[in-house]
């Protein structure tokens, strides 16, 4: 698959690129995407949720009333579970939520979720640029010649760029990533993914 490389103006360079065929060209595997999605979500939860247990209760440890006889269930103080402000059963504690995934199975997901995107038309490839300041309105400007506003728009550049990293900060449906970070989850959650000429060779790199 061939695209034409474009200038930050939206305008063609005239020169081409052909993407990869085995990283955009393979028949996406659903399940190993999901896998991946999985694991970065379980990846971004905290796991501070946290209830207290009977024991870790305070109040009085005295028995409220006689063993047999009452009528109801027996209880030993006003900690039981089965009273209004006592402790709870089995109740979440602090845990880690990730697990592990094998390299070639994130690898995989990575080219599907590429893969899609190629067939879907949504790969904008530009040369590359930068900015000498930070600078809101000429991101916007940018995105807009690329004809990519409204749209979550995923920039990967080869490099850390400062500048176009803050420029890009604000925006709610814009984000900038670099080529090394790239997972399958914010390739999938984006519309538009456009690649800079050098981060292509580095995706190449890590994924061909």
Same mark, same amino acid.
């Given at each position: 698959?061939?695209?034409?490389? #474009? &200038? /930050?103006?939206?305008?063609?360079?005239? !020169? +081409?690129?052909? %993407?990869?065929?085995?990283?955009?060209?393979?028949?996406?595997?659903?399940?190993?995407?999901?896998?991946?999605?999985?694991?970065?979500?379980?990846?971004?939860?905290?796991?501070?949720?946290?209830?207290?247990?009977?024991?870790?209760?305070?109040?009085?440890?005295?028995?409220?009333?006689?063993?047999?006889?009452?009528?109801?269930?027996?209880?030993?103080?006003?900690?039981?579970?089965?009273?209004?402000?006592?402790?709870?059963?089995?109740?979440?504690?602090?845990?880690?939520?990730?697990?592990? #995934? &094998? /390299?070639?199975?994130?690898?995989?997901? !990575? +080219?599907?979720? %590429?893969?899609?995107?190629?067939?879907?038309?949504?790969?904008?490839?530009?040369?590359?640029?930068?900015?000498?300041?930070?600078?809101?309105?000429?991101?916007?400007?940018?995105?807009?010649?690329?004809?990519?506003?409204?749209?979550?728009?995923?920039?990967?550049?080869?490099?850390?760029?400062?500048?176009?990293?803050?420029?890009?900060?604000?925006?709610?449906?814009?984000?900038?990533?670099?080529?090394?970070?790239?997972?399958?989850?914010?390739?999938?959650?984006?519309?538009?993914?456009?690649?800079?000429?050098?981060?292509?060779?580095?995706?190449?790199?890590?994924?061909?």
């Amino acid at each position: 698959m061939e695209l034409s490389v #474009l &200038n /930050k103006n939206g305008q063609e360079t005239g !020169r +081409k690129v052909t %993407l990869n065929e085995a990283i955009f060209g393979i028949e996406p595997n659903d399940h190993v995407i999901y896998l991946d999605v999985k694991q970065y979500m379980a990846n971004q939860r905290q796991g501070n949720a946290k209830s207290k247990e009977r024991s870790e209760m305070s109040g009085s440890t005295r028995k409220l009333g006689r063993q047999k006889g009452g009528g109801g269930a027996r209880h030993g103080d006003i900690n039981s579970p089965l009273l209004r402000g006592g402790g709870r059963v089995f109740g979440p504690k602090p845990r880690d939520y990730s697990f592990k #995934l &094998n /390299k070639k199975v994130k690898d995989l997901a !990575r +080219k599907s979720a %590429l893969s899609y995107k190629a067939q879907e038309n949504a790969i904008v490839v530009v040369e590359d640029f930068s900015m000498d300041a930070p600078k809101t309105k000429e991101f916007i400007t940018i995105v807009k010649n690329l004809k990519a506003d409204g749209k979550k728009l995923l920039l990967v550049m080869a490099n850390t760029n400062k500048n176009v990293y803050l420029s890009a900060r604000n925006l709610q449906r814009a984000e900038v990533l670099e080529a090394n970070k790239v997972n399958t989850y914010k390739v999938l959650n984006a519309d538009v993914l456009v690649l800079t000429e050098n981060s292509l060779e580095t995706i190449n790199g890590i994924l061909g």
